[in-house]
């Protein structure tokens, strides 16, 4: 898997947001692999967000398999805008509030300051799983697609990392742990995030002198070591009754709309 762990190369349409903007910078992600690698692969999230990323893929490689994860929609939301609120992509704090703000978001208005793209915080485009999985089907064959049900995934990781070993045809690596990784999280001091999320210019000069003066390492092991410092692990307050009804009514095509193409009973996400 390539380092830059989500590229998001293919997503032409998502204007800024893509870390890797050309071929010869995509291709020099796996220059490390060998004859010993019979995969390589990079874990891109917003390829089934963006409208064309599934289609300049296949042109670029008519044999890539897709694997995509999906969860109810209306936690999967919910779960994005705290991530976005700690990677300073979102201001507002209060979910409910920000689903209302997509309307005018949409038209540029309101946006987060600095946002990479405003097509992060419309949520409701985000969670349109059914859409983006007739996208995918419609794109590559079935055979080269691997759906997955994080419902499935948290009740059986190990049962669902070994389907995705055998989608693959790569040897299984006989691993039996599979810790949580990706709690959510906030910073303690939202000023002091900002500032190692979204440097002012000034700052990344500094950066830029102290890793020339000092070493790249280092000044990347005291930039990951405030980080820990500024961050808690903490449960998202819940939505309320009202709100949650609202969303749930909201995704509910989509969701029908996935069940029907991954023939699984999902009325337990309503």
Avoid: C
Wanted: aromatic share 10%.
């Amino acid at each position: 898997m390539s380092e830059v762990k989500e590229p998001h190369f293919f997503a032409k349409d998502l204007g800024s947001y893509p870390r890797i903007k050309t071929l010869e910078d995509y291709t020099e992600l796996f220059t490390r692999s060998t004859d010993r690698h019979s995969s390589v692969g990079e874990a891109s999230v917003y390829y089934l967000r963006s409208a064309v990323a599934l289609a300049n893929i296949r042109a670029f490689n008519p044999e890539a398999k897709i694997i995509a994860m999906f969860r109810n929609p209306v936690d999967m939301v919910h779960s994005l805008h705290s991530q976005l609120l700690y990677w300073s992509e979102e201001v507002e704090r209060d979910f409910e509030a920000a689903w209302r703000l997509q309307e005018r978001r949409s038209r540029g208005l309101d946006l987060p300051p600095g946002s990479r793209g405003g097509f992060l915080v419309q949520y409701h485009e985000v969670g349109r799983f059914g859409t983006q999985t007739e996208r995918v089907l419609s794109v590559f064959p079935a055979e080269q697609v691997k759906l997955i049900l994080y419902d499935d995934f948290t009740a059986s990781p190990a049962s669902v990392y070994t389907d995705v070993v055998e989608f693959l045809k790569i040897p299984h690596d006989g691993r039996t742990e599979f810790p949580r990784i990706n709690e959510n999280k906030r910073a303690r001091m939202s000023w002091l995030r900002q500032l190692y999320r979204k440097p002012p210019v000034v700052l990344k000069s500094t950066v830029r002198s102290l890793k020339q003066a000092v070493g790249d390492e280092e000044i990347a092991g005291l930039q990951k070591k405030i980080v820990e410092l500024n961050t808690v692990k903490e449960r998202r307050p819940p939505l309320s009754a009202e709100f949650r009804a609202e969303l749930v009514n909201t995704f509910r095509d989509e969701v029908f709309l996935l069940s029907r193409l991954m023939n699984r009973d999902l009325s337990h996400w309503s």
